[in-house]
C-alpha cells in the first residue's frame, strides 16, 4: 500500500524560500500532488506534477520530482506571511484513490 | 460556480447520540470521499463513494456509515458518537477517483 511521509513543520522568514519535501512509497503513481490547507478552511489543489516530469515550474513555486528515489519536494520562492499553511503532498496510487502524507505546518516570520 | 458544501460547519453533540454530517456537490462528480484530520495522523479515509449507490470503507470505517442516493450528496453518519470521533471532518470530490480531489470547507464535530 501507499505510505507518504513528511516532516511536520517549517519556519521561514518572509522573502526567503522555503522547502517542502514528501517521500512516496507507491512507483505506479502517475500525479503527485500539493495541496494547501489555511486555518479553518479545507484543503486547495496548489499544483501537481505528472510522473513522466522531473521538474514544473509555477510562478513562486517549483516542484521536483525524484522517481528513483522516490522523492517529491515543493519549493516556494519568495515566501510571503500568506504562505502560512498546512501543506500535503498526495500521490495517485495503485488503489485508485490518493493517499496523503500527515502534511507540514509552514510558519512564515514577518 | 460549482462547489462542494458541508454542513453544518460546527456541531457540539454528546456521547450515544446519532450524528449525520452533510455534503452536497454541484460539481456532477461520480466520486465523492469523507476524511477526517487528526494532529499527528494528517488526512484518514472514512468512506468513499464511485457513484450512485456504491459506497466503500476506507481506511477509518468504524462507527461511521454513509449512502449515495444521487449524485450530489454523500451524508456521513456516527451511529452512536464516540469521544474519539471529536474531529475536524473534510468531504471531497473528484472526476475521476484517483485524480485530483476537490474539497469543503470542513465540519468541526466535538462529542463530549
Known amino acids: 500500500g501507499e505510505d507518504v511521509e513528511q516532516s511536520l513543520f517549517l519556519s521561514v522568514r518572509e522573502g526567503d524560500s522555503s522547502v517542502i519535501n514528501c517521500t512516496y512509497t507507491?512507483?505506479?503513481?502517475?500525479?503527485l500532488y500539493w495541496y494547501k490547507q489555511e486555518p479553518g478552511a479545507g484543503l486547495q489543489l496548489l499544483t501537481y506534477i505528472f510522473s513522466n516530469m522531473d521538474m514544473k515550474q509555477d510562478q513562486r513555486l517549483t516542484v521536483l520530482l525524484n522517481k528513483k528515489d522516490k522523492h517529491l519536494s515543493l519549493r516556494i520562492a519568495d515566501t510571503q506571511t500568506g504562505d502560512s499553511a498546512i501543506y500535503f503532498c498526495a500521490e495517485n496510487g495503485g488503489n485508485n484513490r490518493l493517499a496523503f502524507g500527515k502534511g507540514n505546518q509552514v510558519v512564515v516570520i514577518p | 460556480d460549482a462547489e462542494i458544501t458541508q454542513s453544518p460547519r460546527h456541531k457540539i453533540t454528546e456521547t450515544g447520540r446519532q450524528v449525520t454530517l452533510a455534503c452536497h456537490q454541484t460539481?456532477?462528480?461520480?466520486?465523492m470521499f469523507w476524511y477526517r484530520q487528526d494532529l499527528g495522523h494528517g488526512l484518514r479515509l472514512i468512506h468513499y463513494s464511485y457513484g450512485v449507490h456504491d459506497t466503500n470503507k476506507g481506511e477509518v470505517s468504524d462507527g461511521y456509515s454513509v449512502s449515495r442516493s444521487n449524485t450530489e450528496d454523500l451524508p456521513l453518519t456516527l451511529e452512536s458518537a464516540a469521544s474519539s470521533q471529536t474531529s475536524v471532518y473534510f468531504c471531497?470530490?473528484?472526476?475521476?477517483?484517483?485524480?485530483?480531489?476537490?474539497f469543503g470547507s470542513g465540519t468541526q464535530l466535538s462529542v463530549l
Open positions: 507507491d512507483s505506479s503513481s502517475t500525479y
Open positions: 471531497a470530490s473528484s472526476i475521476a477517483p484517483n485524480e485530483k480531489l476537490f
Open positions: 460539481w456532477n462528480h461520480n466520486n
